[in-house]
């Protein structure tokens, strides 16, 4: 019951690197989306996708991409990585967003580090 | 702009007590109104949603009070143990929209 996964769940980058955080789930959600948490500012929403192949940005989308080439995966990348992209990263999905009685499930999170 | 507004940002609250953690938003058209719970080093985790046609939804000791002409809702826990030390987001959807917005958050600490 593996639920959402992400990885890795640290990483050190220096500025101007580029990486990939990977997120799987394995419950057959439409729905998925990744945020960023900083001190006193909340989960921001970086960018979502309601199906395979479909992506849109979210409030916080500069210097990230995504892709969704399969329901299962939804991977988040750091083109040109900049100390403002120090953060916690959480990846997301559900079956629906903001329908009543819906749930949003969250992986662990994978805290980011960039020097 | 701040779609929701939460408050406090942080709560310190004698075990036993009651904590009060609010939210106020703007868009009438949002019908969709949960709670959120993050221990620290875990992903947030859904505790407790409200729907606009009610005014009160009780799950244990958490209850949501929602007052729609006021445009707030607010998320109470009585009888508040250590164990409810964690950060609460409150959120706003709209029905059909695919994003679901946070609130700030608030860092609650039970004393024991």
């Known amino acids: 019951n593996a639920g959402v996964t992400q990885t890795p769940k640290f990483q050190v980058l220096k500025t101007g690197q580029s990486m990939t955080l990977q997120c799987a789930q394995d419950m057959n959600h439409e729905y998925m989306s990744w945020y960023r948490q900083d001190p006193g500012m909340g989960l921001r929403l970086i960018h979502y996708?309601?199906?395979?192949?479909?992506?849109d940005q979210g409030e916080v989308p500069n210097g990230y991409n995504v892709s969704r080439s399969t329901t299962e995966d939804f991977p988040l990348r750091l083109l040109s990585a900049a100390p403002s992209q120090t953060s916690v990263y959480f990846c997301a999905s559900s079956y629906a967003l903001a329908t009543p009685g819906n749930t949003i499930y969250f992986g662990e999170g994978s805290w980011l580090t960039v020097v | 702009q701040q779609q929701v507004k939460q408050s406090p940002q942080s709560l310190i609250v004698q075990k036993g007590g009651i904590s009060i953690i609010n939210c106020a938003y703007e868009n009438t058209a949002f019908d969709y109104f949960p709670w959120y719970q993050q221990f620290p080093g875990k992903g947030p985790a859904l505790l407790i949603a409200i729907r606009p046609d009610v005014s009160e939804k009780k799950e244990g000791r958490f209850t949501i009070s929602f007052n729609k002409s006021a445009k707030q809702f607010s998320l109470h826990i009585m009888d508040s143990q250590p164990g409810d030390s964690a950060t609460y987001f409150c959120?706003?959807?709209?029905?059909?929209?695919?994003?679901?917005?946070f609130g700030k958050g608030t860092r609650l600490h039970i004393l024991p």
């Open positions: 996708s309601v199906g395979a192949g479909i992506t």
């Open positions: 959120a706003v959807g709209e029905g059909g929209d695919d994003k679901i917005i």
